[in-house]
């Protein structure tokens, strides 16, 4: 059993910060890619952005436009976590956002499946 658990939602004022936590537990054998995609009403699941590990062959990161110099996620990946520092916020970044993973675990490996989050509400208004 995998469990992903993310942290640091809130309500924030436009152009400020949070930073949101999510690390993944059970039976892990590895983790690959990790990010983070938001849902906002009506809209579809985007992604946010997402990042392999350092010590993959080729690591990458990749990251939404409408994020981008405003947005850094970072891993840790001997802990199995990633982060998401969000500044300067803004109205539209609004939305529930989940933490996604590629895992490697005990009944799969080598293969990896993806598993999320519960979500984790960011709502950004004066």
């Known amino acids: 059993q995998v469990q992903l658990v993310e942290s640091g939602g809130g309500l924030v004022q436009p152009g400020g910060s949070l930073r949101l936590s999510c690390a993944a537990s059970?039976?892990?054998?590895?983790?690959?890619?990790m990010g983070w995609y938001r849902q906002s009403p009506g809209k579809e699941r985007e992604l946010v952005a997402i990042?392999?590990?350092?010590?993959?062959?080729?690591?990458?990161?990749d990251i939404a436009d409408s994020v981008r110099g405003r947005f850094t996620i970072s891993r840790d990946t001997p802990k199995n976590s990633v982060y998401l520092q969000m500044n300067r916020l803004k109205p539209e970044d609004t939305a529930v956002y989940y933490c996604?993973?590629?895992?490697?675990?005990?009944?799969?490996?080598?293969?990896?499946?993806?598993?999320w989050g519960q979500g984790t509400q960011v709502a950004v208004s004066s």
């Open positions: 990042t392999t590990r350092a010590v993959d062959a080729n690591p990458t990161t």
């Open positions: 059970g039976s892990i054998v590895s983790v690959s890619a």
């Open positions: 996604c993973g590629k895992v490697a675990h005990r009944g799969s490996w080598p293969s990896t499946e993806d598993y």
